[in-house]
């Protein structure tokens, strides 16, 4: 599916000069998934969860292509700081560097731009940091055990970023507490389900979430250590699959300053022209690039994307019979220039009718400024995962034996097992009871119980009378109490008032 250039493109010239020819930019078709006759569908070569396949392979025969020794990951080793970087490979299919080596990583695009290739590097890092870290803590570790555990923290903290950093800058607040996406500051998640289908929506890999492509700058800033501009800033498309760059002093660690301090381009129809006009281009060939919306345009096409009006329909809008129809989302200037480009408005394809939206409030608006020093960040302590003689388990910064259980906070109750400590959340069926045996400060503290309470607790000014918990809680070995049956609390009722939380403390890891 070619896609033609149109006359009148501000860029890329309608006639090849030298033969006369139209000019067409390639484009290949997705390969087709399904195994039946029927509607044709993609095959997804990525994982859809959020377990960090992008850093430790997508499949089998990669993850052990990457993984090193002593638990590590496979790293290769930055020439003059000798810090880690990722492995590299001579024969990466859409390498361009001058070295004739590009890096790889869990995913194939770990080297398709230098942003992109610092992140890998520090996931690798973070490994390997965490399995230096363990070891030192059990040092009888074997690799297995190195690798699995270093790989298990990594990929929650990257799903904590995720979830409580990148998801409420793209969404807001109000969506992410619509949608239950916030998420507990204490216990565990009950909402898993064995039967929801986690599989990627056609509609948000092919023009959805490529809202992303409209947040990109032309640069890639780089600063040095107190923040300052280092020159020359990294321009796109003098570096796609040519991250020779990274082998200069100091960039992976300028690079991610830059990128953790400079806003990124707002979201909107206009995106850079660096991958409108040069993406992936060879420098020695004019008009050789690619352009990256026009391919997300055709690619929807390709998988059959209805255009955007139908989707109106389907997300509560008003299903747009005039252009006029469009004008509570989209401005004006907006849907004039659409009609420029589109016969009629049900024409318009979904990833720049979706781009050409008015932004939700609170989502990706205004800049973000972190300049955070590393040293303010909060750490992980690995003297959680510190196993005992005894081989018991660190619970809330105490060690309880294997078979015996403690209550951390009112509201929790933790059992040491052979694999760890399994911590479960208690349903308060009487919160005056709970009050009274466990005492305001900590109900408040314990999100769990407090969000259980909140209506009771808002009604209280001073008597506090008593307290039970649904379960009948039998002693154990070391004398503390373990209910018998623990239950999840029932969901949080987003639109009530709350006491005071702690919403985004991170409490010590109670897993062992
Ligand atoms: C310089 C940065 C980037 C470059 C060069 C780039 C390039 C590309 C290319 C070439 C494709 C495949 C187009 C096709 O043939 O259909 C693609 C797909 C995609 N891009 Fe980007 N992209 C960049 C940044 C981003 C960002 C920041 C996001 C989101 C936050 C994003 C989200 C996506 C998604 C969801 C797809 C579809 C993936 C799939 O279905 O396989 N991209 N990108």
């Known amino acids: 599916m070619p896609i033609p250039i149109p006359s009148g493109d501000p860029f890329y010239p309608r006639r090849n000069v030298s033969t006369g020819e139209r000019v067409c930019l390639p484009f290949m078709r997705s390969l087709p998934g399904q195994h039946r006759l029927g509607p044709r569908e993609q095959i997804n ?53 001058p070295s004739g080596y590009c890096f790889i990583g869990g995913d194939g695009r770990a080297s398709e731009q230098p942003g992109l290739t610092a992140m890998h590097t520090i996931y690798l890092r973070e490994h390997n940091r965490l399995v230096d870290g363990l070891r030192g803590v059990n040092p009888h570790w074997g690799d297995e055990k ?41 216990a565990y998640y009950k909402g898993y389900s064995s039967t929801c289908n986690p599989t990627i929506v056609t509609e948000f890999a092919t023009a959805a979430y490529r809202i992303g492509h409209s947040l990109l700058r032309p640069h890639i800033p780089r600063m040095g250590t107190s923040y300052n501009p280092v020159e020359p800033a990294i321009l796109l498309r003098d570096h796609f699959f040519n991250p020779d760059i990274i082998y200069q002093p100091h960039i992976i660690d300028d690079i991610m300053r830059g990128l953790a301090s400079t806003p990124m381009e707002s979201l909107d129809q206009f995106i850079t022209g660096e991958i409108t006009n040069h993406l992936f281009e060879d420098r020695r060939i004019p008009h050789s690039g690619m352009d990256l919306p026009a391919l997300n345009v055709q690619r929807a096409r390709d998988h059959g994307i209805p255009p955007y009006n139908e989707y109106r329909s389907l997300c509560n809008l008003k299903r747009a019979v005039t252009w006029d129809d469009l004008s509570r989302e989209i401005p004006a200037e907006v849907i004039a220039r659409l009609r420029l480009i589109y016969p009629t408005v049900n024409d318009v394809d979904l990833f720049p009718g979706g781009l050409s939206e008015r932004p939700l409030q609170g989502g990706l608006v205004g800049p973000t400024n972190p300049r955070v020093k590393c040293n303010s960040l909060p750490t992980i302590d690995l003297n959680a995962w510190r196993e005992t003689a005894q081989t018991g388990c660190q619970i809330a910064g105490r060690t309880v034996a294997v078979g015996e259980s403690y209550i951390p906070t009112p509201c929790t109750s933790c059992i040491c097992t052979p694999e760890g400590a399994q911590c479960a959340s208690l349903r308060v069926t009487d919160c005056d009871r709970l009050l009274r045996e466990a005492g305001m400060e900590a109900v408040l503290e314990d999100e769990v119980c407090s969000s259980q309470c909140g209506e009771y607790l808002t009604r209280q000014t001073s008597v506090i009378p008593s307290v039970s918990l649904t379960t009948r809680r039998p002693r154990t070995h070391n004398g503390g109490f373990l209910p018998t049956s623990l239950v999840p609390p029932p969901p949080v009722r987003q639109n009530k008032r709350r006491p005071h939380l702690r919403p985004f403390d991170v409490p010590p890891p109670l897993l062992v």
């Open 45 to 97: 070569q990525n994982t859809a969860y959020l377990d960090g396949s992008q850093i430790y392979g997508e499949h089998a025969c990669l993850a052990r292509e990457l993984r090193g020794f002593g638990g590590k990951m496979n790293a290769t080793r930055h020439p003059t700081q000798g810090k880690d970087l990722l492995p590299i490979s001579p024969s990466h299919p859409e390498c361009k560097a």
């Open 146 to 186: 190195l690798f699995q555990t270093a790989r298990k923290i990594t990929v929650a903290s990257y799903q904590h970023v995720l979830y409580n950093e990148f998801l409420p800058r793209i969404l807001g607040w109000n969506a992410i507490n619509l949608y239950g996406l916030k998420l507990n500051s204490q």
